[in-house]
């Protein structure tokens, strides 16, 4: 019983990115799909993060910087001039290392971009574009009492799991996310990466990571990256059993780093 | 740019290997040793080597238990990751190769002083052979050879090829003289013991590989 192969979601084709100077990523290409969740391993300063950034054009306002390549979704190249950013990352959400909830109450915060988007039509609509999205994230059942309460007294776990369902309240394709659990404990962690597992059931998750144990246990594909390249891509299965390249089983087994 | 990030999980593995070894060489005595006590028809270096077994399955669960602390505290992975796993398949083959050895010594005892039915000829060659395969693959294990592990798994052939010479003869010698078939029988569970471990060899021969490439293969179909 083979499942009909999943769309590809995101192509990246020989891309190159230069701060000021300084190559940052050299000729990357890989390809998404989507309903995966796809993670990125690399020492610090590797372009792991630098590449998550150029999927939503968030490199765009960091001056004097310079991409050269082609990133694709759904098969549109998303650097060309029309492309309205404020969608374009709407549909690529981005999920940070420490959470960064706003200083307001619960409901604000995740209502917060459908609200700036204008994509509720009512009160009543934008309830249940709340409570939705609290849901997805395994957020709503901890907090739907006390929507109106300050989201900065949630625990850490929570705050990840609220900046997730504000991602998620303005309808995504992809979700990256940058070192989402860093910040959290274990059990946080955990949470966080079921969380993982169920939203990609309708999304596309691509997850930069540090913790090379997260991205076996999540992950369906893993690339490697060093020195801004892309080392090697594949079933996140077989990379962390049988890599193809030395520098990928020297860097899993920790005598590269 | 190799820096020596893994020293602790360096060291516990190179004891587990060290560990295995030692496993390895128990089991390569017991083999020696059954063959000897059946050579010399001696009862009771035979009941030692049943009596010793006990240290052989002591230390696998020992390795068993260090290879799981292992997993479970250092997370290995890749290559790492598969020769832990390999030595934990391969303690079970060379436990069970010291049970072969104690089948021979048990059959020794069941012997007592009753004379045996023909020269050993082909049994020391079997013997020879399974030991000479028994220390190399391990020696393979530890150098990730599996070039050698597959030359190794090649040797086989022989110890199936002694003991279908053997079990031929020992069947010729039965139609002949059925009174002799207990005599018989003895020769034939000891020659049964050796193919067993060469077989065992095999499946060691398979996780050097393995170790070594990732790949899984049943060598000697």
Same mark, same amino acid.
């Given at each position: 019983?083979?499942?009909?192969?999943?769309?590809?979601?995101?192509?990246?084709?020989?891309?190159?990115?230069?701060?000021?100077?300084?190559?940052?990523?050299?000729?990357?290409?890989?390809?998404?799909?989507?309903?995966?969740?796809?993670?990125?391993?690399?020492?610090?300063?590797?372009?792991?993060?630098?590449?998550?950034?150029?999927?939503?054009?968030?490199?765009?306002?960091?001056?004097?910087?310079?991409?050269?390549?082609?990133?694709?979704?759904?098969?549109?190249?998303?650097?060309?001039?029309?492309?309205?950013?404020?969608?374009?990352?709407?549909?690529?959400?981005?999920?940070?290392?420490?959470?960064?909830?706003?200083?307001?109450?619960?409901?604000?915060?995740?209502?917060?971009?459908?609200?700036?988007?204008?994509?509720?039509?009512?009160?009543?609509?934008?309830?249940?574009?709340?409570?939705?999205?609290?849901?997805?994230?395994?957020?709503?059942?901890?907090?739907?009492?006390?929507?109106?309460?300050?989201?900065?007294?949630?625990?850490?776990?929570?705050?990840?799991?609220?900046?997730?369902? #504000?991602?998620?309240?303005?309808?995504?394709?992809?979700?990256?996310?940058?070192?989402?659990?860093?910040?959290?404990?274990?059990?946080?962690?955990?949470?966080?990466?079921?969380?993982?597992?169920?939203?990609?059931? #309708?999304?596309?998750?691509?997850?930069?990571?540090?913790?090379?144990?997260?991205?076996?246990?999540?992950?369906?594909?893993?690339?490697?990256?060093?020195?801004?390249?892309?080392?090697?891509?594949?079933?996140?299965?077989?990379?962390?059993?049988?890599?193809?390249?030395?520098?990928?089983?020297?860097?899993?087994?920790?005598?590269?780093? | 740019?190799?820096?020596?990030?893994?020293?602790?999980?360096?060291?516990?593995?190179?004891?587990?290997?060290?560990?295995?070894?030692?496993?390895?060489?128990?089991?390569?005595?017991?083999?020696?040793?059954?063959?000897?006590?059946?050579?010399?028809?001696?009862?009771?270096?035979?009941?030692?080597?049943?009596?010793?077994?006990?240290?052989?399955?002591?230390?696998?669960?020992?390795?068993?238990?260090?290879?799981?602390?292992?997993?479970?505290?250092?997370? $290995?992975?890749?290559?790492?990751?598969?020769?832990?796993?390999?030595?934990?398949?391969?303690?079970?083959?060379?436990?069970?190769?010291?049970?072969?050895?104690?089948?021979?010594?048990?059959?020794?005892?069941?012997?007592?002083?009753? $004379?045996?039915?023909?020269?050993?000829?082909?049994? $020391?060659?079997?013997?020879?052979?399974?030991?000479?395969?028994?220390?190399?693959?391990?020696?393979?294990?530890?150098?990730?050879?599996?070039?050698?592990?597959?030359?190794?798994?090649?040797?086989?052939?022989?110890?199936?090829?002694?003991?279908?010479?053997?079990?031929?003869?020992?069947?010729?010698?039965?139609?002949?003289? $059925?009174?002799?078939?207990?005599?018989?029988?003895?020769?034939?569970?000891?020659?049964?013991?050796?193919?067993?471990?060469?077989?065992?060899?095999?499946?060691?021969?398979?996780?050097?590989?393995?170790?070594?490439?990732?790949?899984?293969?049943?060598?000697?179909?």
């Amino acid at each position: 019983m083979s499942e009909a192969p999943n769309h590809t979601k995101i192509v990246v084709h020989s891309l190159d990115f230069y701060y000021g100077p300084v190559r940052a990523l050299s000729q990357v290409s890989i390809q998404v799909l989507e309903r995966e969740i796809t993670a990125l391993i690399g020492p610090s300063g590797c372009g792991k993060s630098t590449f998550l950034r150029c999927l939503n054009r968030m490199n765009d306002s960091i001056p004097n910087t310079r991409i050269e390549g082609t990133v694709l979704i759904d098969g549109l190249d998303i650097y060309r001039p029309e492309i309205d950013l404020p969608d374009l990352r709407r549909r690529v959400g981005l999920v940070f290392q420490k959470p960064n909830p706003f200083p307001k109450s619960i409901f604000a915060n995740v209502a917060f971009g459908v609200n700036a988007l204008g994509m509720a039509s009512s009160r009543l609509d934008l309830d249940e574009v709340v409570e939705t999205s609290l849901r997805r994230a395994a957020l709503w059942e901890e907090v739907k009492d006390k929507l109106d309460e300050d989201a900065r007294g949630l625990s850490l776990g929570q705050q990840q799991r609220l900046c997730i369902a #504000r991602v998620l309240a303005v309808e995504p394709e992809i979700i990256l996310m940058d070192e989402p659990c860093s910040a959290l404990d274990p059990i946080a962690t955990l949470r966080i990466e079921e969380l993982m597992r169920e939203l990609k059931e #309708r999304y596309t998750i691509v997850i930069v990571t540090h913790n090379m144990q997260q991205a076996a246990r999540v992950s369906d594909k893993t690339g490697l990256f060093w020195l801004g390249e892309l080392v090697e891509f594949g079933l996140t299965s077989k990379v962390f059993t049988r890599p193809d390249q030395q520098r990928t089983e020297d860097y899993i087994t920790g005598r590269l780093g | 740019m190799t820096q020596p990030l893994r020293t602790a999980y360096d060291r516990e593995f190179a004891g587990i290997r060290e560990r295995v070894l030692r496993l390895g060489e128990l089991v390569d005595q017991a083999i020696s040793r059954s063959l000897d006590s059946l050579q010399r028809r001696d009862t009771v270096q035979a009941a030692q080597i049943v009596e010793d077994d006990a240290e052989i399955n002591e230390l696998r669960f020992e390795i068993e238990e260090a290879c799981l602390a292992l997993i479970a505290t250092q997370q $290995p992975a890749a290559s790492d990751l598969r020769s832990v796993i390999a030595a934990m398949n391969i303690v079970v083959d060379i436990e069970r190769m010291g049970d072969h050895a104690t089948g021979i010594a048990k059959t020794v005892i069941r012997m007592g002083d009753e $004379p045996l039915l023909k020269p050993l000829i082909d049994i $020391p060659r079997m013997v020879e052979i399974a030991r000479g395969m028994l220390r190399e693959s391990l020696q393979a294990y530890l150098d990730r050879d599996a070039a050698k592990a597959r030359e190794i798994a090649t040797r086989d052939d022989e110890i199936d090829h002694l003991y279908k010479a053997i079990f031929d003869e020992l069947l010729e010698i039965m139609a002949k003289d $059925p009174s002799s078939a207990t005599r018989a029988t003895y020769l034939l569970w000891t020659a049964h013991n050796l193919e067993r471990i060469g077989d065992r060899v095999t499946n060691i021969a398979e996780r050097v590989i393995f170790a070594s490439t990732g790949d899984m293969q049943e060598l000697n179909l």
